[in-house]
């Protein structure tokens, strides 16, 4: 069971920026892909970065890169998600998600939700324009 807390969204002009953090519980958390996901009114939830474990690989979506990083601290059990430069369009609550997943060989790195079996309770983040 892994459980995970995030924390750190607001509300920000665009061109500001935020740091998004997610806090996990559990001891296997350095044996765990870690993603980012988002989801605004009255769309989907989609993908936003995520880092892969086993090679610390990081892959994300068109739409933000460039404009936001991921990190992990394995010492802090903790994922974060740097986002500069935000635009009204990143406008949405943004979930934490841990995944187990081994397909797609050792270097893939999880990317799709049905990929993770874990997900914390969001975090809103607001973009004024």
């Known amino acids: 069971q892994v459980q995970l807390v995030e924390s750190g969204g607001g509300l920000v002009q665009a061109g500001g920026s935020l740091r998004l953090s997610c806090a996990a519980s559990?001891?296997?958390?350095?044996?765990?892909?870690m993603g980012w996901f988002r989801q605004a009114p009255g769309k989907e939830r989609e993908f936003v970065s995520a880092i892969n474990w086993k090679v610390d690989d990081t892959v994300s979506a068109d739409s933000v890169k460039g404009r936001f990083t991921i990190s992990r601290d394995n010492a802090k059990n903790t994922v974060y998600l740097q986002m500069d430069s935000l635009k009204p369009e990143d406008t949405a609550i943004y979930y934490c998600?841990?995944?187990?997943?081994?397909?797609?060989?050792?270097?893939?790195?999880?990317?799709?939700?049905?990929?993770?079996?874990?997900w914390g309770q969001g975090t809103q983040v607001t973009v004024s324009s």
């Open positions: 559990g001891r296997t958390f350095n044996r765990q892909s």
């Open positions: 998600a841990s995944s187990t997943y081994s397909g797609g060989g050792y270097y893939y790195t999880p990317r799709f939700p049905r990929e993770y079996r874990y």
